[in-house]
């Protein structure tokens, strides 16, 4: 359809159709207005250093060295690349990407119910009940045992109420957590780089970092390995590394190496916490949004409960039309999305995985709680602190417990405040979701009572996590929560991968639209991520059950509800916005 000049309309959705706008002139991005570099990815970089780097790090090192931090290269560089589609199409509509999601057949109501199974993994609160563990071994000075059970229970409730409380005050929501996960990022990796400077030695730092290059390198089964378990066990003679590369095997007799998958789910959970992981990188657009880069600005942001009663946001995005001035400020704006990955998030994503991996290579080997699976199913989060504690006195500068506290008290910085961000993450999402996608709210809700929303979702979800946490905590072990989360969380990654890349090359004007290399940066994503899941998928039963759940629950979807769905009428777009988005000048950089 296109008007009496030929210019043709706004793609017709799910949705109402956006409103249209000139795109805002952004501010000129120099070192001297380096506040400007304070934006969404030192949030992500915040929530990113949590799982992978505390809890898995210390398991993958010590058993594997540095020699499967490939992974994590592989998994950064593909959340690189979602996480500017996601920015992408913010910068454009000022919308999250999941109110663009919901704008595809067969309507929003589909896609509710799909955002609600990817989304499971968020629902266990894996990071706080940990974290329950670490302030008990601060106060007692080791790991706790079985007899300290009732307190860790007591603090692992405890701590689902206070990860909520800062985000209830400020004036966005967004503000109150950039400010906590700036301070994040500098308390943690400082710590980690003092003690790496002073007390990791040359030889494990190149460990650590060359491991970053070492594509191929896989687990394999060595004739000492009597017990399979991935790791040379006490009384087990060492018949050599237990790590193959896979290109070396083959180009040395024509065969791949024996591969062992006794670790394959925490492999599978290191690489999902590896950068942002699971549906959290997707939130990258909401904080575009929040931020008010591009288009954002014209929406709003979502406020908090106090002192947020200003804060307004719009149902529906508005995008802009490609005029020469348009344009110009497009790529100024697409620098913002560039500088904010490549420069802060990328490597602040490999340092946050790199710094803590140093502590954990050099000390915890002196931890015995990998051979203790009972105390490890608590002690996870308290591996290199417990190496440190143990460690030879030349190591710590005769000092354990004071490295031990220390360790502990960044433990607690790291943990908290990730787990803060995960409830912000879910509440977030669903909001936008509800915002936007519920034809009832739309219709009703002023563009200030959007707060309301937030805070109600955030009630069911801190009830619902209680009870998530207390079925771990009684039926199996706060281990297996952080493991079901990162394994939960790739099939999630992988699978809104592709979304993205649909939505972007579907509803973005050809223009904007990503290219080649963009479209091969996110496939890349979705096919590592999605191959990983498989793979645990097949030899871990418990995620063999959610693959099952997973599977059943789209089929009936798909035959009882899904022909069901409906757009109400003021879903249909009849009067079509008119708008030059289809002009034959060669695309933008992008």
């Not at 563990?133 to 079985?146: H, K, S, W």
């Not at 966005?172 to 990796?189: G, P, Q, R, S």
């Not at 791949?256 to 590896?274: K, L, N, Q, R, W």
């Not at 030899?539 to 979807?557: A, N, Q, S, V």
Request: aromatic letters at 14%; proline letters at 6%; charged letters at 15%.
């Amino acid at each position: 359809m296109s008007d009496s000049k030929g210019q043709p309309a706004l793609p017709r959705t799910c949705l109402p159709t956006w409103s249209v706008a000139d795109l805002p002139e952004p501010r000129p991005l120099t070192w001297r207005n380096w506040t400007r570099f304070i934006g969404p990815g030192i949030v992500m970089c915040g929530v990113q250093i949590a799982g992978g780097e505390w809890l898995l790090g210390p398991e993958i090192t010590a058993r594997y060295g540095g020699d499967l931090m490939w992974i994590a290269t592989i998994a950064i560089l593909g959340q690189v690349f979602y996480n500017m589609e996601c920015g992408r199409y913010a910068l454009y509509t000022g919308e999250p990407v999941f109110t663009g999601f919901m704008r595809h057949k067969p309507g929003p109501q589909f896609w509710i119910g799909i955002f609600a199974l990817l989304s499971i993994g968020a629902f266990i609160p894996a990071l706080s009940t940990t974290a329950a563990a670490v302030l008990v071994g601060v106060f007692i000075g080791e790991v706790p045992t079985a007899e300290h059970q009732i307190l860790l229970y007591a603090l692992s409730y405890l701590f689902l109420i206070i990860v909520a409380l800062p985000i209830l005050v400020g004036g966005k929501i967004y503000n109150t957590i950039e400010k906590i996960m700036t301070t994040k990022v500098f308390v943690v990796l400082g710590f980690c780089l003092i003690v790496g400077i002073f007390f990791v030695s040359a030889e494990n730092w190149g460990k650590v970092f060359g491991g970053f290059f070492k594509f191929g390198n896989v687990p394999v089964a060595v004739a000492a390995d009597e017990n399979n378990n991935g790791l040379v066990d006490v009384g087990e003679d060492w018949d050599g590394d237990n790590v193959e590369n896979i290109f070396a095997s083959l180009a040395e007799d024509g065969s791949f190496p024996a591969i062992t998958f006794a670790t394959i789910a925490v492999i599978g959970a290191f690489a999902g916490y590896a950068g942002g992981g699971g549906m959290s990188n997707a939130t990258y657009s909401n904080f575009v949004r929040d931020k008010g880069w591009g288009m954002g600005s014209r929406v709003g942001a979502i406020p908090s409960a106090v002192g947020g009663r200003k804060v307004t946001l719009s149902h529906i995005g508005t995008v802009f039309p490609l005029t020469p001035e348009n344009r110009l400020r497009w790529r100024s704006w697409w620098r913002y999305i560039i500088t904010d990955q490549v420069v802060i998030w990328g490597p602040g994503c490999f340092m946050g995985m790199a710094l803590p991996g140093l502590l954990s290579i050099e000390y915890a080997q002196y931890s015995d709680l990998l051979n203790d699976p009972e105390r490890l199913d608590w002690a996870q989060a308290l591996i290199t602190a417990d190496g440190m504690r143990n460690a030879p006195a030349a190591l710590t500068g005769g000092h354990p417990m004071v490295f031990w506290t220390l360790t502990c008290i960044v433990g607690l910085v790291v943990l908290l405040p990730s787990q803060m961000s995960i409830l912000d993450d879910v509440c977030r999402r669903w909001t936008d979701v509800i915002w936007s996608g519920v034809t009832r709210v739309r219709n009703k809700m002023d563009s200030g009572a959007v707060g309301s929303i937030y805070y109600r979702i955030m009630v069911i979800y801190l009830f619902w996590q209680f009870l998530m946490c207390t079925f771990f905590l009684y039926f199996s072990s706060a281990y297996d929560m952080v493991i079901v989360v990162a394994n939960a969380n790739n099939i999630g990654l992988g699978a809104t991968a592709l979304l993205l890349l649909y939505t972007n090359l579907r509803l973005l004007p050809p223009a904007l639209r990503p290219r080649w290399y963009n479209i091969l940066g996110v496939t890349m994503c979705a096919v590592f991520y999605l191959g990983l899941a498989a793979l645990v998928t097949i030899r871990e039963p418990i995620t063999l059950c959610y693959f099952l759940f997973f599977l059943i629950w789209g089929i009936l979807w798909w035959i009882f509800i899904a022909p069901s769905v409906k757009r109400l009428p003021d879903d249909t777009d009849t009067s079509p916005v008119v708008v030059d988005n289809e002009s034959n000048d060669p695309r933008e950089d992008s």
